[in-house]
């Protein structure tokens, strides 16, 4: 995820709800949880058929599992963003990687992914979520836009996302 131009790691972190949200950090000290697409989707006739997975097998935070990145469906609900989840056993295949760009399918013109600042377990943070701009053109409050890129520079995993 980029935070003022400058791409951090993302974290998938417990916060009480059950399931993770992606917190953003610097890769020098928070490495980012290993995670890799899964391109095995029945599904066809649209780009959008990949699921992002976060390998926490061997965690010893949270129960370890594989954990798919779940993204809520906004609608057109101009202005607000929500949490990008991390769900225990799940996998949403509704991205596309295409030149390590990760995308997600939209379902208003207006839906994006953004860095937004928010507490995560009594502390400030960057957090990644999904959310839709304003009428106006204006960003969620407390969000900026980003992009999500797959990084392969984890070793042992086939497509590192951050």
Known sequence: ??????YVSLTAVANGTGDLVLQ????????GTPAYVNTSSTSTGHIFSDAIVFDLMSSSAVEPALYGIS???LGELYGFAIN???VKGY??????VD???IAHKITSASQNWFACSDIVNNVA???????????DGSFPVGCMPTTVIQNFNVPGIRGATS
């Open 91 to 96: 996998q949403e295949f509704e991205f596309a």
């Open 24 to 31: 953003g950090g610097d890769p020098g000290v928070y490495p």
């Open 71 to 73: 993204v809520p469906d």
């Open 125 to 135: 943070s960057t957090v990644l979520k999904w959310g839709v701009f304003a009428s």
């Open 1 to 6: 995820m980029s935070v003022n131009n400058i």
């Open 84 to 86: 990008v989840f991390a």
């Open 99 to 101: 030149n390590g760009t």
